[in-house]
Each structure stands twice: as structure tokens, then as C-alpha cells.
């Protein structure tokens, strides 16, 4: 892939909207307007540089619960969907056709078998695009995370891999959840290749991904990647992180902001000023408060509880629905 | 509700229920070039009991997908084909494994529809042996139904013949939403009879008189409707009329029928392989107590296993409902007056 100044911008554009709908979000919560979110801070160069790489209209991407802020290269109603999601309006889970994209995932490590799965059927399907799946390095301890590597190496579908370590899984760090000698390590008990990469540097995560892409769309299977990072912020708005990471650490990682650093290389090659950033700053504002107005003005009636069971409900179902509709009328 | 009477085609064949639901996989994979067959041991060797027999040679190994050994990969991947436009039909070779696969199964594939609101449809049809008799070892033969019902989202699906596997297993693939189709491992060579050729769908929720009766009724499903159709004969032989609901789905239930055969009867036995405390048993006792309380005659009991976990072979026939616990159980209620 032939990277131009305007993908270089791109990328630190939707990286700067992503920090400031993280930071919304966050705020948000604080005011008791939403409920429980994780940050995006210290990520923003993996996610945007991976999905950078893919291209929407094949690839599907299956995030865990903090890379919908920051995929915007899927267009912005994913972050519309994210804002619905936050407050906890059905819709959120929702994110339309023809956006290849999941919903948040929850259940950890859940989402990597959900990946080879559709991975398999764009293979027999003989689709042009691959799957791209999110998780975190909590997540390589789950056995879901092996039977997904161990699949996706058998049936030889077209998956990538995408581990955010950010050091810490809550107040967990990496030499607690494993002793291999990194994450990508494992990728060779599956008989696949694994690749450690920069998490801070969106463009090395560009390349890594890109290339597990061109192998996978090639039929040569998929690839498990390491992006090393630093989550830079609290687990979530319910986490105290400093009864557990080191100041200094945390310093030291605050010094590789992949906001800061990619900036001044940006700035460095003349492309990116301070107008552009008050520009990109401005967007960054617009989009959480559009997506924000979007998701606070949705309507929801409280027996929509009972919507997309199935299909069809069943008698039960509608039964309890009439009831609490009838009881809900008598109350008000 | 329909009866026995129900009137069969031409070309019906006497078949088991596990050449039934090889015949009906073929013809499903046959007619939907979507449908794909994936588990453990389902491809080369046909299935531990050959109900996948012969599919691979017909329909090639992209269709029919021997996997590793791990029951969370088969359904955490069916997730993903579904959402990939394919129909998936992966078999839990023993339902007692699917304990390593409950995460995918109750959190993923029965909530995907409802958390994606719609997007995506989980037409998932997952196949699974299970009910006791046939000496395996431990947790092959688990009657986990009950804990299956509980989880919103699934449908449940217990055929009691051949011709209802047939007609069940035909309308779970077509069905848009994930179904648990569970085979009884005593019925796959132990049931026998007819079963209608071509198209044959039964819908789901219409339960079935294996018996008609008049003096009680044994309202059950899977291969405990055998067992109290044995127990019916016996009673019809002394005058008295028992009759057998076959429910097929738990989940949905046919509440009508059930009332009618308590308005029928006055005298209900719900009859299950599984434990019964927190079982399904209990929750028709309950729907029966919300829809027909007053034209009960007595009060509505259930023959099930024990509050143990299921046993090893040489405990195996005490723990599951067999025709002399049934019919002291029949003899009791008849018996029951205020």
C-alpha cells in the first residue's frame, strides 16, 4: 500500500478524534450521564494504523470495547452506535449494514472465535477481504484465545490477529498473565507467524497489518500480531490505576504519546501545523457531539426490551410483554 | 396439536431416528448450498453414532468439517459463519461437553441477535446426543434441557420419533434463530417407524399425543415419550386411560395443549431424565398452575432423575425414570384425593 501525505493526516486526524470522544466519554460519565467506559488512551495508534490497513468494504473488524471510538475509517455512525452503546440504548449494539463491523465485545476473547469463523466464511465464499479481530493481552489467557489460533491455523482462513498489550489487564500486568517470552510468541504453537510491533507508531502498525492482510488475501492464512502499547489511562471510569502502576512507568509511557510523538513527526515533514491541529482538534469535537446528539435523542419505549429475541417472539414473550405494557400504563 | 392420524405420504420409509437425521442433513445441505456440518469426528468417520455418514463423500470437505477438539471453537466459529451469511450446523458430540462451550453459547450465540439488534441473526442449528441408557462414560449422557431453557435466546428442540426428527431437524436449519436439536442417544438405533419422504417440516411449539387419554396424562418429550408410552399400553391392558403429551419443543411450549390435557385429565405427571431441582419439570408445574390450576384433580407431580450428579453405568438405571417408577407414579396420582 502506497502511503500519501493525506493518509498520514487521515490517520492523525481520526487518532485525535478518537482521544477527544474517549475523553467525552469520560466526562460524560463523571456527570453520571452514561455508564461505565474504558479509555482509549495510550491505543489510539494501534487501532487507527490497523484499520487503516484494511479496507471497509471487504474487511470486517471485530473490536473489544475501546476501538469503536477510534474507528472511524469505517465511517462516523460507528461512533454514533458507540455513544448509544455508552449510555446503553439497545441501538448501540446495532451497527448498520453494510459497515463490516462488531459490535463491542464484553465476554473476553470471546470475539477471536467469532473471527475465525467469519474469516471461514469469506473464505468459502470466496470473498476478497479478511477479518481483523481486537483484543488485549487479559485476553491471551482465555481459552478462547488458543482454540482461535489453533483453528484459524487448521483451517487456514484469512484472520488477523490484533493483540493490544497495554501492559495491564485492570491492575494485572503482562508478567502475570504470562512467562512466554511475549505474546506473539504463541502464534507458534498455532503454526502461524507472529509478528511484534511498535503499538505506539500508527505506521508500523500499518505495515504489520498490512502485510497479514496481502498473506491473507494471497491464501496464506492468518497472522497473530503484538502491538505493543501503553494504556496511558484509568481501565475504566470505575478503575483507580494509581494503587497499582508505577509513576515513573507511566511517565516514561506518557513520553511516547502516540498523540505527541506522531504529531512532531508529521510536523517534522512539514505536513501537519498548528492550524491543522486546531482543524483536527475542532472535527474531533464535532464528531462525539454529533454522534452525542445522535444517541441522547433516540427513542426507547421500555417493553422494546422484549425486541430481536427472535425472529418472532414467542407466546411467552408476548404474553410478558402485554403484561408489563398494561402494568406500565397503570403506573403512570 | 396434532395426533397420530397425521396422514403420511406415499414414499415413507421405516427408518431409525439416526438414519433419519442423516437423510434429513443430506437433504438440507442438498437443497442450501450454505448449510455446512462441522464437529468433532463428523467427516471421516461419519460421527461417533454415523449420523453424518456419507456426507463428506456427497458434499466435499468445505461442507462437512472435521474440527479440532474444542467445543468453544466449534461454537464460537458458528457465530462468525453465521454472521458471514452461511447456516451453520455443528454437533457437541456429547451434551455434556457443551459445558466447554457454555460461555459461547449463552453469552454469544443466543444474545447475538438481541446485542446487534437485529444485525445478526444467529441461524445456528446445533446438534447434540444426550438422555442416559447407554452405559458411557461420565458426562456423556448429562439431560441438561432444563438449564438450556433458562437461557433466553435458544430454542430447544426434543424429537421422541423418527418422522419428528425428520420434520424438527428440517425446520431448526430453516429456522432464523439458534436451535438446540437434542438426539436421545437410546433413539438414534432404539426408535424406529415411519417416516414421510420429501419435504417434511414439522413447526415448532405443537406438541403431539403420542397417546390419547382420559384418566391422567404423562406430559413429557425425547425419549422418556417411549417410556410412557410403554407405561400407557399397561394401564390401557387394566381399562385405565393414560394418555403420553409429547411436548417436541421446550422452548417455545405449547401452553394450549397442556391445558387441554389438564382439562382432559385432571391428573398430570411431568416425566424427565434430568434432576429436578431448578429443571423443566418444574416450570411446567408452573405454567400448569398459571393456565389451568382449577381443573386440576390432584396435584400435578414429576417423575426425574435425582438431585446427584448423573451416575456411572451401574447407577445408571436407577437414576433415570424407567416403566415400574413411572407406573407407581401413575398409581399414586390415580390414587391422589383431598
Redesign the interface.
Known sequence: MTLHNEDLVGILCEMTKARIASDRLWSLQRQGRIGTIAPIDGQEATTVGASWALDPNYDWVLPQYREPMALGRYGPEVLNRFAAWAIGH??G?????PIRV??PQI?LA?Q???????????K??GEPGV?LVFFGDGSTSE??FY??G??AG??DVPVIFLCQNNQWAISTPTRRQTAAAGFAAKAEAFGIPGVTVDGMDPLAVLEVVTEARYRALAGKGPTLIEAVNYRLSAHTTADDPTRYVPEAELAAARERDPLIVFRRQLEDRGIWDRAMQADAERAGEQAIDQAWNWASNLPLQQPDLF?????TP???QRQQRSELETYLRGDQ | MSDQSTPVERDEQTLTMVTAINQTLAAEMQRDDRV?VFGQDVALSGGVFRATEGLVEKFGN??V?D??L?E??IL???????????I?VPEIQFLGFSYQAM??LA??VARF?????????MGITIRSPFGGGVRTPELHSDSLEGQLCNI??L?VVTPATAADAKGLLTEAIRD??PVIFLEPLRGYRGIKGPVPGGEYRVPF?QARWAVPGDDLTIITWSYQVEVATRVARRFAEQGISVGVLDLRTL???D?ASIVTAVERTGRVIVLEEAAPTGGYAAEIIATINEHAFYSLEAPPTRVSGFDTPYPVGMLEDTYVPDVRRVEAAVNSLLRAAP
Open positions: 439497545p441501538a449494539g446495532h451497527i448498520p449494514e462488531f459490535p465476554s470471546t477471536i472465535l467469532h473471527a475465525v469463523g467469519l474469516a471461514w466464511s469469506q468459502l465464499r477479518t481459552g478462547d482454540e482461535a489453533n483453528l487448521v483451517l425486541d430481536h429475541v427472535f425472529a414467542n407466546q411467552r | 455446512v468445505d461442507r468439517v474440527m479440532p474444542a468453544a471453537a464460537g466459529s458458528a457465530v462468525g459463519l453465521a454472521a458471514g451469511g452461511m451453520p460461555h459461547q453469552g454469544q441477535r438481541y446485542r446487534s439488534q437485529g444485525r445478526f441473526p433466553a435466546g430454542k432464523p434463530d411449539g422452548v417455545p411450549l401452553i
